[in-house]
């Protein structure tokens, strides 16, 4: 049987802060990932699915 999945808390104060600060931080476009980082990821991410025994 399969573990029940617990509700998401709800952030308040400093926490929430905090949070929202950093989600804002994190999707600023000096934070994005190369064109080239991502094509090696993927890359290496295919090798990994092709070789997997699912």
Not at 29 to 47: F, L
Request: glycine share 2%.
């Amino acid at each position: 049987m399969a573990t029940p999945i617990k509700e998401t808390p709800i952030l308040y104060g400093e926490d929430a802060e905090r949070f929202l600060k950093e989600a804002i931080e994190n999707e600023k476009p000096e934070n994005k990932v190369s064109q080239e980082e991502y094509d090696r990821a993927m890359k290496h991410y295919n090798e990994l699915m092709e070789n997997a025994e699912i």
